[in-house]
């Protein structure tokens, strides 16, 4: 997987640019964990929780 590539400092990435699609959850958490920064559209149907688990 191209996280995995990544991760183990193959490929230099400080940003991430994906479309809508993309931005699940799941990918947006695997970014950050990454310690990445991530810029993506939300689809007007995505719900945001931005308290930091407050």
């Known amino acids: 997987m191209i996280f995995d590539v990544v991760k183990n400092k193959l490929i230099p990435v400080k940003t991430v640019l994906m479309d809508s699609w993309y931005a699940t959850q799941r990918l947006m958490g695997l970014i950050d964990n990454l310690g990445k920064i991530y810029y993506c559209p ?13």
Request: charged content about 30%; cysteine-free.
């Open 42 to 54: 939300l689809k007007s149907n995505r719900l945001v929780d931005d308290t930091g688990g407050v």
